[in-house]
């Protein structure tokens, strides 16, 4: 049980181009989902909290115009990078809040992005 | 915010016992989460603690100290696949609607012959 899934697992695109990354709970509903950001070797950042029917929620110095997030339904939030550039290549990971008490985060397999 | 500390790396030896240490500062102490993550994966859950003591589970312990702001992470019969990056994560209920988890830089744990 417990299983996050993300698609496209990495993707490469051309500066000023947006990229769609799709995180699903596949086994449970999530009515919160998490988008991170890990640059090599560092820990993961915390980018934004996805609601599910509401606005998302962005940490200081994240820019919601760029970093597009819709939580839809209960088992699908989607993270758009929009006019991508090369410093926003990084690995991105999401997660489910889980149902259990103790309310751990499962993690997608995450997403490598290039942009060249 | 949450200031959480770990030491960066650590190396053992195949079948041998490691503690990897966490420390923590936090207003709303809601929760100390133990995540392994391979090179290149997503983060794994391993424990859970919110009251102090020891929680075991298999060849993985975690303990808590909630007054000293500290945790560790006991691996036992340490096996070449436990090499990987161990993260301490904390969860404040004054933040984020109680549901953020703040996460430590890691610690790259290296298991040798």
């Known amino acids: 049980g417990a299983v996050v899934s993300q698609h496209p697992s990495w993707v490469i695109c051309k500066s000023g181009t947006s990229v769609k990354i799709e995180c699903r709970s596949l086994d449970f509903q999530a009515t919160t989902m998490f988008w991170y950001r890990q640059f090599p070797k560092q820990s993961l950042m915390l980018m934004a909290t996805?609601?599910?029917?509401?606005?998302?929620?962005?940490e200081q110095g994240v820019e919601k115009d760029k970093f597009l997030i819709n939580h839809a339904s209960l088992t699908l939030s989607t993270l758009t990078v929009t006019s991508a550039h090369p410093e926003d290549s990084s690995f991105y990971i999401c997660?489910?809040?889980?149902?259990?008490?103790?309310?751990?985060?499962?993690f997608g397999p995450g997403t490598r992005l290039t942009v060249t | 915010g949450q200031n959480i500390d770990q030491p960066t790396e650590m190396t053992a030896t195949e079948g041998a016992i490691v503690q990897i240490n966490c420390t923590y500062q936090?207003?709303?102490?809601?929760?100390l989460f133990w995540y392994q993550q391979h090179a290149g994966e997503a983060p794994t859950f391993l424990s859970y603690?919110?009251?102090?003591g020891l929680e075991e589970k298999g060849r993985f312990s975690s303990f808590l100290s909630r007054s000293k702001g500290y945790s560790y992470l006991l691996l036992k019969e340490l096996q070449m696949k436990d090499s990987a990056s161990y993260l301490c994560?904390?969860?404040?209920?004054?933040?984020?609607?109680?549901?953020?988890?703040?996460f430590g830089t890691g610690t790259q744990l290296k298991v040798e012959l």
């Open positions: 603690n919110v009251l102090d």
């Open positions: 996805s609601n599910e029917g509401s606005k998302a929620t962005y």
């Open positions: 997660s489910a809040r889980g149902t259990s008490g103790r309310g751990e985060q499962y």
């Open positions: 994560a904390v969860r404040d209920k004054l933040t984020g609607g109680g549901n953020k988890l703040t």
């Open positions: 936090t207003s709303g102490f809601n929760g």
